[in-house]
Nanobody, 117 residues
Framework: QVQLVESGGGLVEAGGSLRLSCAGSGSLFSMNRMGWYRQAPGKQRELVALITNSGSTNYADSVKGRFTISRDNTRKMVYLQMDRLNAEDTGVYYC???????????WGHGTQVTVSS
């Protein structure tokens, strides 16, 4: 069982920055693929960024060059640095873990990000 707890959301003006954090658990944390997804009002949940156990990253086209995903396996943490935010970035951001062995997805409860234009 993996537990994920997000933090760091809030209200920010367009052009500003936020840093989201996700605290994970489990003895195999470093082996798991971690990611951030978001869901805007009235829309489906979408991928924002992924980071593999080797540190390779993948981003949605809409956030490339503005967002950076990183992980600290020692602390079992995943981060999402979000810069040059715009109103389209508004939504609930969810931390995701796909376990290395079972390939099971776990989700946090989400943290709200609101960007005012």
């Amino acid at each position: 069982q993996v537990q994920l707890v997000e933090s760091g959301g809030g209200l920010v003006e367009a052009g500003g920055s936020l840093r989201l954090s996700c605290a994970g658990s489990g003895s195999l944390f470093s082996m798991n693929r971690m990611g951030w997804y978001r869901q805007a009002p009235g829309k489906q949940r979408e991928l924002v960024a992924l980071i593999t156990n080797s540190g390779s990253t993948n981003y949605a086209d809409s956030v490339k060059g503005r967002f950076t995903i990183s992980r600290d396996n020692t602390r079992k943490m995943v981060y999402l640095q979000m810069d040059r935010l715009n109103a389209e970035d508004t939504g609930v951001y969810y931390c995701n873990c796909r376990t290395y062995v079972e390939k099971i997805d776990y989700w946090g409860h989400g943290t709200q990000v609101t960007v005012s234009s």
